[in-house]
């Protein structure tokens, strides 16, 4: 269930302290790995910190991050369990995601954090994670066509839902590659609540990155851009620079983000394959870009295995990603833990939107709901040409989870054998 408001939250945490300073980042597209740069610069100044970050990728703990690491499962139950027990007693009637977030903000206290750095999760002026009380700076990444159903029809509307995380007297870190109308929106907000904008330096960024030697898509250069400006904004006696901080970024590691991994456990297959949460044309748009300049370059046709959430643009995904030539393996993911109101589109209308955009009938196939004859198919029907996973975080999530499981029959095989 989705609900948006601030009030079942409020009573939800009222008993608990925020002695954090909190980092809040909202956003269409490059949110979580915002967020992801900003707790490893943290962790680089030995700045404890905690992440709450959503969807979950395996674990619905694994949202939750202190110093870097996903807390326990124990603790996460323990918390969960508690803040459960407050919502009936109290009868809050409290949201999933509410009864997550004040989990995740349980956990901060309890591990005595100084910073906390929080995704918002949908929207923004009425999303659970907006009851912050000690923010030090808030950032806006890009913004696009998302949950409009939620938000607003227009990129205005979703716009000014996102601005509502800006507080007065906090500086207000702003992606400059937003849409015009878009970044007008948010000045205005910003005038109107009495909090500065700053815009990150993207092209200052890339150079320094060049100088470095180091090699960045360009949506993640402008990502670490506005990571490192609000690192330095909410440090100020930490600043660094970016070039000090590369190395525990290179070290993080950020699953289903243009990750480069291996299925031969469960396909055979022994060439790496692309595993992404592109879920949004504007995700999808930067992860046709990385397909066309690293994939495609030398004239291979793409074997793409996708699924979808029910409700997205998958027609303005797919002529982005596909084209004549290229084959699709569709399927539907896994029930999502804890977010019963997440279903799958059916892999038929996403063949058929496949077919549409030129991917010839032939070229086509159904796993249904079966993720791992998706891999397989998908491996099979590529031979030694590129495959890549997309359209959804969930997908990554069963991908994740289905490797996960073969790692480990694989180290029970080993003792019994």
Known sequence: MIDLGLARI????????????????????????????????????????????SPHLVDRWDC???????????????VEKQVKQRDVSENIGASEFEL???????????????????????????????????????VISKIGLDHQSFLGNTIEEIALQKAGIIRQGVPCVVDGSNQQSV????????????????FPNATAVAEELAKSGETFEPHQIQNLAAAHLAFR?????????????????KQLKWPGRLQKMSLENITG?????????AHNTQSAEALSGYVQRHLRSSGNPITWALAATQGKDMNGILSLLLQPGDQVVAVRFEPVDGMPWVKAADPKELLDLATQHGVDQSSVYSAGE???????????MAGERPVV?????????????????KSQDSSENAIWS
């Open 10 to 53: 409020g009573r939800l945490i009222k008993h608990t302290p925020q002695t954090w300073k909190a980092i809040h980042v909202a956003g269409t597209n490059g949110k979580g790995s915002i967020c992801a740069y900003i707790s490893a610069m943290l962790n680089a100044k030995g700045i404890s910190c905690a992440r709450f970050t």
């Open 64 to 78: 939750i991050a202190i110093n870097g690491k996903p807390v326990s499962e124990s603790l996460f139950l323990e």
């Open 100 to 138: 997550l977030t004040a989990t995740a903000f349980e956990i901060f206290n309890r591990q005595k954090v100084e910073y906390g750095v929080v995704e918002v999760g949908l929207g923004g002026r009425l999303d659970a994670t907006n009851t912050l009380k000690q923010k030090s700076v808030t």
């Open 183 to 198: 970044l007008q929106l948010i000045e205005q907000h910003a005038k109107e609540t009495g909090a500065s904008l700053q």
């Open 233 to 249: 904004l909410a440090c100020p006696e930490h600043d660094a620079p970016l070039t000090s901080l590369l190395p525990a970024i």
């Open 269 to 277: 297959r022994q060439q790496d394959v692309l595993l992404d949460g």
């Open 370 to 380: 079966n993720v791992k004859d998706a891999l397989i198919k998908a491996s099979e």
């Open 389 to 405: 996973i997309a359209g959804s975080l969930y997908l990554v999530s069963s991908v994740l989870r289905l490797l996960r499981e």
